[in-house]
């Protein structure tokens, strides 16, 4: 079995940072593809940054040039550090991976953690 166990958020005043944390534990070969999504209320999960193993990122539109998405994988850990924030980065923040087992793929997610910011 493979835990996610996500850390850092809470309530943010706009403009302020934040840095969540997911670390990565369990049985597996090889982390792949780490990532970090967000759903507000209302709305349909969204993918917000994510890199390979190999440290290529990916960001969405609305957090480019704010989050910063990075791993450290001796530590199975990958980061979000978010600045700038305003209260469109309200939501709850899920941590994502994909693993390697044999020759299989598994993707995970963790439980989510509350990121709120007060304008």
């Known amino acids: 079995q493979v835990q996610l166990v996500e850390s850092g958020g809470g309530l943010v005043q706009a403009g302020g940072s934040l840095r969540l944390s997911c670390v990565v534990s369990g049985s597996f070969g090889s982390i792949n593809v780490m990532g970090w999504y967000r759903q507000a209320p209302g709305n349909q999960r969204e993918l917000v940054a994510d890199i390979t193993s190999g440290g290529m990122t990916n960001y969405a539109d609305s957090v480019k040039g704010r989050f910063i998405i990075s791993r450290d994988n001796a530590k199975n850990t990958v980061y979000l550090q978010m600045n700038s924030l305003s209260s469109e980065d309200t939501a709850v923040y899920y941590c994502?991976?994909?693993?390697?087992?044999?020759?299989?793929?598994?993707?995970?997610w963790g439980q989510g953690t509350q990121v709120t910011v007060s304008s």
């Open positions: 994502n991976t994909a693993v390697r087992r044999g020759w299989r793929n598994y993707i995970y």
